[in-house]
């Protein structure tokens, strides 16, 4: 059973950052494209980044293009979302999700197999 443990979200002024990270456990972490999501109160989970299993195809929803960025070290089985310039707007429940069907990287919810339990990331304006 593969697990996913995110941490790193908090209380952030607008404007301010944070760094998200994602463990994931077992040996064939290089072998899934990995995901970021987001849920926010009210609303339906939404992509935010994807990486591909080497790490050099990245994607991101526009909302946080330019602003956002995924990367992950296959070594310590750990993905990264470092997030600046940060909006109310961004706040939700941020999850990571692994994909093990060694296609292309998802850009939907229904394309990931395993999920973490979320971390809150929380902006106030």
């Known amino acids: 059973q593969v697990q996913l443990v995110e941490s790193g979200g908090g209380l952030v002024q607008a404007g301010g950052f944070l760094r998200l990270s994602c463990g994931v456990s077992?040996?064939?972490?290089?072998?899934?494209?990995m995901g970021w999501f987001r849920q926010g109160p009210g609303k339906e989970r939404e992509f935010v980044a994807g990486i591909s299993r080497s790490g050099s195809n990245i994607y991101y929803a526009d909302s946080v293009k330019g602003r956002f960025t995924a990367s992950r070290d296959n070594a310590k089985n750990t993905v990264y979302l470092q997030m600046n310039s940060l909006k109310p707007e961004d706040t939700a429940v941020y999850y990571c999700a692994a994909d093990s069907s060694l296609g292309i990287v998802g850009l939907t919810p229904s394309r990931y197999n395993y999920w973490g339990q979320g971390t809150q990331v929380t902006v106030s304006s």
């Open positions: 077992g040996r064939t972490f290089r072998m899934y494209n």
